[in-house]
């Protein structure tokens, strides 16, 4: 943040972080660091708790155990002010959570209005600079109902860089899109890991993630099964069940029924 000293260390540091919903274990003790400036990319199957480790990262989740530190304060501190720390956070989701009867400029004032307590020109000027950023300057007045998902979504990227994070989570952020509105999407991503925003990325996009990611995480059943570069862990994976998921993942034809098992259909989905 401006004005203040940045802290030492990992954007991001889960230790033995566990979650679970009742009975069911999702996160079974998981250890991760994010470097400053750094893209990392967590790919796995539905159900594998690759979101869920994400709404831990800024507690939309309340871990059952283990330390979550983001920027140098421990988020899972039972004293910790996390909406004070939610602010240096950018979360983008897969549905897109525009205010529908706000236009896509007042969509990203809002925030800034009410929580950084930026007066109305200075925050109109955020506002269509980061428009500008995602590519849609024209579309100001327009209501979300009258964009694509695509349009939808950069504007929800566009708001959340409006709150000058240090970081930006993104929750499978195509994921809702048609597939020929995906590229656009990705095109804002791969800009902003240019311009060395740290990102924590849960997504299905196999190209993004060769191509971007200075890391990739494979997750199964709440565990980090491997992790490397995308060369390793894409071109090269060590683990059979890494092997498995991208086989069905990345040539879906070539998939023979019960090779892997079936956690959902995003597990089959075709990247682009």
Do not use: W
């Not at 500008?132 to 979300?144: I, N, W």
């Not at 993104?170 to 509105?181: I, Y």
């Not at 849960?202 to 491997?226: C, L, P």
């Not at 956690?263 to 990247?271: F, K, W």
């Amino acid at each position: 943040m401006s004005g203040e000293t940045r802290p030492e260390g990992p954007a991001i540091r889960v230790e033995g972080l566990h979650k679970s919903f009742g009975e069911l274990e999702v996160l079974r003790g998981i250890d991760l660091t994010v470097g400053r400036g750094e893209v990392v990319c967590v790919i796995g199957p539905s159900g594998s708790g690759k979101s869920t480790l994400l709404r831990c990262v800024n507690l939309l989740e309340e871990p059952s155990a283990g330390t979550v530190t983001v920027d140098g304060t421990e988020v899972t501190d039972p004293e910790v002010d996390i909406d004070r720390v939610r602010r240096r956070i950018g979360m983008v989701f897969q549905s897109f959570n525009l205010f529908p009867h706000l236009t896509a400029l007042e969509n990203l004032t809002l925030a800034q209005r009410r929580v950084l307590r930026r007066d109305k020109a200075r925050a109109v000027e955020i506002a269509r600079r980061n428009l500008a950023r995602v590519g849609l300057t024209d579309k100001e007045s327009v209501y979300p109902a009258q964009l694509s998902g695509g349009q939808q979504q950069r504007v929800a990227i566009a708001r959340a860089l409006s709150m000058d994070p240090e970081l930006m989570l993104f929750d499978e952020p195509t994921s809702a899109l048609d597939p020929e509105l995906v590229g656009d999407v990705l095109a804002v991503m791969r800009s902003l890991a240019d311009e060395g925003m740290t990102m924590l990325v849960v997504t299905h996009e196999m190209s993004f993630a060769r191509e971007v990611a200075d890391r990739v995480v494979f997750m199964d059943e709440g565990v980090i099964v491997e992790q490397g570069r995308p060369v390793e862990v894409i071109g090269a994976p060590r683990r059979e069940r890494t092997r498995a998921f991208l086989k069905r993942v990345l040539d879906p034809a070539a998939a023979r029924v019960g090779e892997v098992p079936d956690t959902g259909p995003s597990d089959a989905r075709v990247d682009r």
